[in-house]
């Protein structure tokens, strides 16, 4: 006889928190891309559009750095945004080199549309969780990302080039 006790058996999938995460940001990520379809845009261009609009007048490689995305892939987004006549550049005041970038009126009100689409998409996806529990569960994903190098506020795909 062994003193060597019985292997526990495995946790199911639906027991672990990163597979519930997982689970639950394909789903999340999927409904909202596609909510935001009518819209013309995808989830990289609404975080670009609620980060420039929170920091207008910066270079564009200020975003980059800001926002941790690679300079080229940057231009591209923005050039994407200038095409559908949602952002401008112009030339940066204190540098004569760069060019500063605001959001266009199209983009403030299309940014009004994405955001109450969001707002629905959280609402719906935290259905059956009161206000104590989502604050304490937006503390706790908060905190998860800060200790996963997550800057605040950035998506990791937010300079994917697809949904």
Known sequence: ???????????????????L???LGYYTAHRFARRLTPL?????????????EQAEGRSQQQLADALGIHRKVMVGLLD????RGLAQRRRHPADRR????????????LLEQARAIADEEEEELLTGVDERERAVLVG???????????????????????A
């Open 1 to 19: 006889m062994s003193d060597v006790p019985p292997p526990r058996p495995p946790r199911p999938l639906g027991d672990r928190a990163n597979f």
């Open 21 to 23: 995460l997982s689970q």
């Open 40 to 52: 013309g845009i995808q989830p990289n261009h609404f975080g670009l559009l609620m980060h420039l």
């Open 80 to 83: 994407d945004l200038e095409s």
């Open 98 to 109: 760069a060019h500063a970038i605001y959001l266009t009126s199209q983009a403030r009100d």
């Open 140 to 162: 706790l994903l908060q905190r998860m990302a800060s200790q996963t190098g997550n800057p605040p506020g950035v998506h990791p795909r937010l300079g994917a080039t697809s």
